[in-house]
């Protein structure tokens, strides 16, 4: 089975800018989370989609914002990027049940300069 | 006070020692835990989940959950150099009170296994 995928792996992008992460989930998942991981704040949760509804929302501006399609690919949205916002976009899928274990993709390393 | 909370380390132990890594939680209604490990310039990979209080092995890997003192913990048995990485410990909330698949996460340990 094929894991979690996300791309671009990298990304340079200048203030001012908009980006778009794209995340495949595990073939049968349906929940798609999306966290961002910097040196400083660790791993933060953004948000979560589930059936193509946003199910959980982190303490993000609403620069961030995401979006899932109908066949369970996830795509998140910055706009108007900062300095501040350079960190690692991580993905992870899971079934969407109670207790369910969350799988990582490789992640997008995002730059703004 | 934070949601998750981890000595960053670093852990500093001998191949074939025992590591033992700590997490505490906030809040009580808690109901999952996950132990992640992340080597450097990688993702987060799941090694271990525990659901119930008590102490759930595999390999040599045990996780240990004490919910009235709000502790999870890992040991790691036989220490090898490839160990050496960030153990992120991560937390899902009760789905009645919003839970659902967002896990809050500490900020990870350090281990480093010497040869």
Known sequence: KAGVTQTPRYLIKTRGQQVTLSCSPISGHRSVSWYQQTPGQGLQFLFEYFSETQRNKGNFPGRFSGRQFSNSRSEMNVSTLELGDSALYLCASSSGGTNEKLFFGSGTQLSVL | ?115
């Open chain 2, 1 to 115: 006070q934070k949601e998750v909370e981890q000595n960053s380390g670093p852990l500093s132990v001998p191949e074939g020692a025992i590591a033992s890594l700590n997490c505490t939680y906030s809040d009580r209604g808690s109901q999952s835990f996950f132990w992640y490990r992340q080597y450097s310039g990688k993702s987060p990979e799941l090694i271990m989940f525990i659901y119930s209080n008590g102490d759930k092995e595999d390999g040599r890997f045990t996780a240990q959950l004490n919910k009235a003192s709000q502790y999870v913990s890992l040991l790691i048995r036989d220490s090898q150099p490839s160990d050496s990485a960030t153990y992120l410990c991560a937390v899902k909330g009760d789905i009645l009170t919003g839970g659902g698949n967002k896990l809050t996460f500490g900020t990870g340990t350090q281990l480093k296994v010497e040869l």
